[in-house]
């Protein structure tokens, strides 16, 4: 038996592959699973588990951070991610696969083949710490996003990005210590390019920077308090998450 750790913030993915494994895969054991890369810390090194199933696009951070949290440890890892750009190439990697959104038995079955009465690396160390070198060289954050207007392309830095709010097909950016940019792009273009660098949807309306949330004023919904006082109303179906990502980044 494989024991596995999942960790995927997509609570409905996550069904899908718990619910594969255990009607399809009786060679894996699910002894942990994980919604945040801080919980995915955790829960990988008290179950040292032999495999992983890692998304790459989390809430708190991204997988590929996470995993630098745990270079000191031995596991395989198989990426989950709904983005090509992210999908390795798995030759490279004796150790390494992928898995591209939606997930399906017959990819998860390629995607674990490469397991099958596999015996531990020996230089596993050494191909865990080159598999880390390699993802932050062609997959590191960028420091800047590109954001067009009517006139012009800004290039703003990520960090610099308080919050997001959604306009139809445009989105203003609020700004630290700058002025909004009107972007010509829809809300939901921001929060797949901002995946995985500490911002969360928190309402159709509102994607929002967690660095700069001040206090979160509890109800059956909820608002969130950011740092130059705006209030920004939380959807009750997203509240959950909102939460979630919060603890994770700040506990």
Known sequence: MIRTVIIEDDSF??????DLVKESFPQLTVVGTGALSSEGVSIIRKEKPELVLLDIDLPD????????????????????????????????????????KPITKAKLDVALKKFSGKSAHPNMG?????????????????????VPSLKEIHYVPVKNIMRM????????????????????RQIGDFEER?????????????????????????GESGIAVMEDNTQI???????????????????
């Open 194 to 218: 901002l995946s995985g660098q500490g911002f969360c949807r928190v309402h159709d309306k509102h994607l929002i920077n967690l660095r700069y949330i001040k206090s979160f004023i509890k």
């Open 61 to 100: 951070q991204t997988g590929f951070e996470m995993l630098q949290e745990l270079s000191d440890m031995h596991f395989d890892v198989i990426f989950v991610t709904a983005h090509e750009k992210y999908a390795l190439k798995a030759h490279q990697f004796d150790s390494m696969g992928y898995l591209i």
């Open 13 to 18: 993915q996550m069904s899908i592959l718990c």
């Open 165 to 184: 709010e959604a306009d139809g097909n445009y989105t203003t950016l609020y700004l630290v210590a700058d002025q909004p940019v009107l972007a010509s």
């Open 233 to 251: 109303p939380v959807s009750r179906r997203r509240k959950e998450g909102f939460l979630r990502a919060i603890d994770g980044m700040f506990s």
């Open 126 to 146: 050494t191909q865990f710490q080159n598999l880390l070198f390699s993802m932050r060289n062609a997959y590191d954050l960028p420091q800047k996003i590109s």
